[in-house]
């Protein structure tokens, strides 16, 4: 494999500015081929999809491509991608669709592990219809989400599962494929998020067994807006409101209004440039990507292996971040400092490692940290030994005041 550091950094812009980047599960930042292909669908003729003037015909180009490109990062079908305005949207659209047929007695299954936007739209989806929302905890202690907490809580009335497939707070992996299985045999759905998971591991839609996955391309070096796959034939079978002149097709019979046309060019370049991380890939642009990722995931244990070595050898620091299959992301509390003001200290020293509960409010109560969260350091493709040992070396400065 073929990882070239400097290489790639020297395609950030925003990395010029010397800051030191640990907030990538928030967002990361963007390379100059997403940066201009955004531009250049500016740049060029647009107008309403179709396929008779200029305008028309770069419009549809973009979508079609857009489509290909998440349908090949995600091993999906492109008639399954569905482009919203965030995950959140996405996942409220479909709980509000979903929901319509749900009845008292009915049951919906969410988990402790999860970001709010894969919890608050079926709690309130299944308040709405009256049916029952059950709870899969996690073990606090090792930060494990095991299939076994998930099985405790399904029954004959289950009509859907909605589970993290990696925790943006503490990097947890979760069973997914099996958690999916255990939905299915209980007759229900299993709906997936994969924000966080699609920043470092490559999606196989089938073989995770999700319905529904969402994600969202500014994790994983695009720009700000949200993908949802399913397989067409289940699409088909929902009924989302819509405006009457709409397109009732698949998949745009979700996609309210006109779609952002830059931010998908942006989106299909940055499945591009994650396609050439390993600049000796070759093949399909879906073997291109199964190669980079390969890369990808070696680099960031790599650096994850010396980042948490460091962390253990700095006084009265509890490392969160335990479960056994987990992303490069780290949570951080200490016994005599308040993470937030480790945040402020870092950032005055050009290190953004954020501190919050990062909307996964359930997952930050269930560890016992309340409403407070702690300090998240997140890797990124851009992320090399460098930033590792100035963030070290920051926090080792802001534990000796």
Same mark, same amino acid.
């Given at each position: 494999?073929?990882?070239?550091?400097?290489?790639?950094?020297?395609?950030?812009?925003?990395?010029?500015?010397?800051?030191?980047?640990?907030?990538?599960?928030?967002?990361?930042?963007?390379?100059?081929?997403?940066?201009?292909?955004?531009?250049?669908?500016?740049?060029?003729?647009?107008?309403?999809?179709?396929?008779?003037?200029?305008?028309?015909?770069?419009?549809?180009?973009?979508?079609?491509?857009?489509?290909?490109?998440?349908?090949?990062?995600?091993?999906?079908?492109?008639?399954?991608?569905?482009?919203?305005?965030?995950?959140?949207?996405?996942?409220?659209?479909?709980?509000?669709?979903?929901?319509?047929?749900?009845?008292?007695?009915?049951?919906?299954?969410?988990?402790?592990?999860?970001?709010?936007?894969?919890?608050?739209?079926?709690?309130?989806?299944?308040?709405?219809?009256?049916?029952?929302?059950?709870?899969?905890?996690?073990?606090?202690?090792?930060?494990?989400?095991?299939?076994?907490?998930?099985?405790?809580?399904?029954?004959?009335?289950?009509?859907?599962?909605?589970?993290?497939?990696?925790?943006?707070?503490?990097?947890?992996?979760?069973?997914?494929?099996?958690?999916?299985?255990?939905?299915?045999?209980?007759?229900?759905?299993?709906?997936?998020?994969?924000?966080?998971?699609?920043?470092?591991?490559?999606?196989?839609?089938?073989?995770?067994?999700?319905?529904?996955?969402?994600?969202?391309?500014?994790?994983?070096?695009?720009?700000?807006?949200?993908?949802?796959?399913?397989?067409?034939?289940?699409?088909?079978?929902?009924?989302?409101?819509?405006?009457?002149?709409?397109?009732?097709?698949?998949?745009?019979?979700?996609?309210?209004?006109?779609?952002?046309?830059?931010?998908?060019?942006?989106?299909?370049?940055?499945?591009?440039?994650?396609?050439?991380?390993?600049?000796?890939?070759?093949?399909?642009?879906?073997?291109?990507?199964?190669?980079?990722?390969?890369? !990808? =995931? #070696? /680099?960031?244990?790599?650096?994850? %292996?010396?980042?948490?070595?460091? @962390?253990? &050898?700095?006084?009265? *620091?509890? $490392?969160?971040?335990?479960?056994?299959?987990?992303?490069?992301?780290?949570?951080?509390?200490?016994?005599?400092?308040?993470?937030?003001?480790?945040?402020?200290? !870092? =950032? #005055? /020293?050009?290190?953004?490692?954020? %501190?919050?509960?990062?909307?996964? @409010?359930? &997952?930050?109560?269930? *560890?016992? $940290?309340?409403?407070?969260?702690?300090?998240?350091?997140?890797?990124?493709?851009?992320?090399?030994?460098?930033?590792?040992?100035?963030?070290?070396?920051?926090?080792?400065?802001?534990?000796?005041?």
């Amino acid at each position: 494999m073929t990882y070239d550091i400097a290489s790639l950094r020297s395609q950030f812009p925003a990395l010029a500015a010397g800051t030191v980047h640990f907030d990538g599960p928030g967002g990361t930042q963007t390379p100059q081929p997403v940066i201009d292909a955004i531009a250049d669908a500016l740049a060029r003729p647009l107008s309403n999809r179709g396929q008779y003037s200029l305008g028309e015909r770069n419009a549809e180009a973009i979508v079609v491509g857009a489509r290909q490109a998440m349908a090949d990062l995600l091993g999906a079908d492109p008639a399954g991608i569905v482009f919203g305005r965030s995950a959140t949207q996405l996942t409220y659209d479909v709980a509000r669709t979903l929901a319509a047929s749900w009845a008292p007695g009915d049951e919906v299954v969410v988990t402790r592990l999860d970001h709010d936007a894969n919890i608050r739209p079926w709690v309130q989806a299944a308040e709405r219809a009256g049916a029952t929302v059950r709870w899969a905890g996690f073990d606090p202690d090792t930060g494990e989400l095991t299939a076994d907490d998930v099985r405790v809580v399904l029954s004959d009335r289950t009509r859907l599962v909605a589970v993290t497939a990696a925790s943006n707070l503490i990097g947890t992996r979760p069973p997914v494929t099996e958690i999916c299985r255990l939905a299915h045999d209980a007759g229900a759905l299993a709906y997936v998020d994969g924000v966080h998971y699609t920043a470092h591991t490559l999606v196989d839609l089938s073989a995770l067994g999700a319905d529904f996955f969402v994600c969202s391309p500014y994790k994983f070096l695009g720009p700000h807006h949200g993908v949802l796959a399913a397989r067409p034939a289940l699409l088909e079978t929902l009924r989302p409101d819509k405006l009457l002149p709409s397109s009732d097709a698949v998949p745009e019979r979700f996609e309210l209004g006109t779609l952002p046309y830059e931010l998908l060019a942006g989106t299909g370049a940055a499945v591009e440039f994650l396609a050439g991380l390993d600049t000796g890939a070759a093949g399909t642009r879906r073997e291109r990507l199964a190669t980079s990722f390969a890369a !990808l =995931a #070696a /680099h960031e244990d790599t650096l994850r %292996s010396r980042l948490e070595q460091g @962390l253990a &050898a700095l006084p009265d *620091l509890s $490392l969160l971040s335990r479960a056994a299959d987990r992303t490069p992301t780290l949570l951080l509390t200490f016994e005599h400092h308040d993470t937030t003001d480790a945040y402020r200290f !870092l =950032a #005055a /020293h050009d290190i953004h490692a954020p %501190s919050s509960h990062f909307y996964a @409010l359930e &997952a930050s109560r269930h *560890l016992g $940290l309340g409403d407070t969260g702690g300090l998240r350091i997140g890797l990124a493709p851009y992320n090399d030994f460098e930033d590792v040992d100035r963030l070290l070396a920051a926090l080792a400065q802001f534990l000796e005041r």
